[in-house]
């Protein structure tokens, strides 16, 4: 076979279209990947309904696959495992440039603005092939690349590619979690559930804060202690009360912020404790939202945040998730073949799946 398939993104909420690419020679250092999941994420929704988002795109940055090619040279991962033809891969979504201040002074190579954006940018360059709803994904030297210890492993480096990875990142810009700390993650979407299962990890007590109640029954048999439905709290000032009840009158030790919600972050100021953390994840950039300030002064207040990781975080998530019980059929609710790339989006959208997937078997 010399040719393979792509849905390809040609114009805000058109269907995608399947077209032929040439799966294409693999240079030194470089990668070719037959992809078996790719995350349909909810930016991926976003970006579909934007009439700014560039084209022609293949989707799909949450991804693993089968290594099919390596270019010569390349004998280790990222994380410096050896690989060959044939492993299982999880890969990183930024190629980075390594010639940006980015790159070379800051050292944040998943920041990089300048590099190859895999199922992020358009594909009319080489390498065509970027985004993981298509068939084949080409990688250029840099991408990091990390092993899949087996097959049996796969649903965990998805779970760990698609949000897991960048609560391990988050967390270490916070400094981390300590055990016994009360942490608040705002949202049940898959963002919210890696948090929770992350913070859980760390040995946090967890209060999820969402909606409907299957997900809040799913965040509690991943380890929330508590949660809070936002269909009976309504109101920011109910939530605000609950959690305050809920620890003592204190305020939470940590907040993550994962639901996208226009009170969330104003409401996280007010649940965090004096000289707590406040950690945004993902986050949608066409929103903006208001909160008060004032908050972060009077209480001392440590804010970060992040929508990216570098492949140590990946690896770091994929070991964490071998350990513990996940109830992933309750998660990766659906499965869509690439032709119908479309309707997982339009699925996504509608917030059907916990987390809709592309299924390349299928
Ligand atoms: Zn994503
Ligand atoms: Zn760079």
Redesign the pocket.
């Known amino acids: 076979m010399t040719k393979c398939r792509a849905p390809v993104f040609v114009g805000a909420e058109k269907p995608l279209e399947i077209r032929e690419f040439d799966i294409p020679e693999v240079g030194p250092g470089e990668g070719l990947v037959r992809m078996v999941f790719a995350g349909i994420c909810g930016s991926d929704a976003r970006e579909w309904h934007n009439p700014e988002t560039e084209t022609p795109m293949i989707f799909g940055h949450e991804n693993v696959g089968v290594l099919e090619k390596l270019g010569e040279g390349k004998k280790y991962d990222a994380v410096g495992q050896e690989i060959s033809e044939g492993d299982y891969v999880a890969f990183c979504s930024v190629a980075?440039?390594?010639?940006?201040?980015?790159?070379?002074v800051l050292k944040e190579?998943s920041?990089?603005?300048?590099?190859i954006k895999y199922g992020l940018s358009r594909c009319d360059s080489r390498p065509y092939l970027r985004g993981g709803y298509g068939e084949y994904v080409h990688l250029m030297p840099g991408v990091g690349i990390v092993r899949i210890q087996g097959k049996e492993h796969i649903p965990q480096a998805l779970l760990a590619a698609i949000g897991n990875k960048t609560l391990v990142h988050a967390i270490q810009r916070a400094n981390g979690i300590s055990a016994g700390d009360t942490v608040v993650v705002q949202g049940t979407g898959p963002i919210g559930l890696s948090a929770i299962v992350q913070a859980r990890l760390c040995g946090g007590r967890v209060i999820a804060i969402g909606a409907p109640s299957h997900r809040l029954d799913l965040a509690r048999s991943l380890g929330a202690v508590k949660t809070l439905n936002i269909e009976e709290l309504k109101t920011p000032k109910e939530r605000v009360r609950a959690i305050s009840d809920l620890t003592d009158g204190k305020g939470a030790d940590v907040v993550i912020e994962a639901s996208g919600a226009s009170t969330a972050c104003d409401e996280a100021l007010q649940m965090v404790r004096i000289g707590g953390k406040f950690i945004l994840v993902g986050m949608d950039m066409t929103k903006r939202r208001t909160m008060d300030p004032f908050q972060v002064t009077r209480k001392g207040i440590h804010v970060t945040g992040t929508y990216a990781a570098s492949p140590t975080d990946l690896y770091k998530a994929m070991l964490d998730l071998r350990d513990v019980e996940i109830p992933f059929d309750r998660i990766f609710t659906h499965k869509f073949p690439m032709v119908e790339a479309t309707e997982g989006i339009l699925s996504v959208d509608r917030l059907e799946p916990v987390i809709g997937l592309i299924d390349h078997s299928r």
């Open positions: 980075p440039c390594m010639n940006c201040y980015t790159c070379v190579f920041q990089c603005e300048r590099g």
